[in-house]
Nanobody, 111 residues
Framework: QVQLVESGGGLVQPGGSLRLSCAASGSGFSILRMRWYRQTPGNERELVATITSGGSTTYADSVKGRFTISRNNALNTVYLQMNSLKPEDTAVYYC?????WGQGTQVTVSS
């Protein structure tokens, strides 16, 4: 059974950067398709970025060119590098694999 733990959220000014991490426990991480979602109060979770086992990536239009998803299979970790952050990026960010979710990490973009 995979378990996921996110870290790296916080408060950042508009235009700033953050890097989120998602550490996975359990076996088989390298074959998993990993995703980052985000959610704001009263809204459904929005898919932000996906990375396949082979390293192929896809992004929501709203974050293309600003966010980068990557993975380190030796460390069982997936990352989300977020640059040029905007106030509308404020949300709780969740890591996902199959039916498993992390607890989420809050990202707040505000001056």
């Amino acid at each position: 059974q995979v378990q996921l733990v996110e870290s790296g959220g916080g408060l950042v000014q508009p235009g700033g950067s953050l890097r989120l991490s998602c550490a996975a426990s359990g076996s088989g991480f390298s074959i998993l398709r990993m995703r980052w979602y985000r959610q704001t109060p009263g809204n459904e979770r929005e898919l932000v970025a996906t990375i396949t086992s082979g390293g192929s990536t896809t992004y929501a239009d709203s974050v293309k060119g600003r966010f980068t998803i990557s993975r380190n299979n030796a460390l069982n970790t997936v990352y989300l590098q977020m640059n040029s952050l905007k106030p509308e990026d404020t949300a709780v960010y969740y890591c996902n694999a199959l039916h498993v979710w992390g607890q989420g990490t809050q990202v707040t973009v505000s001056s």
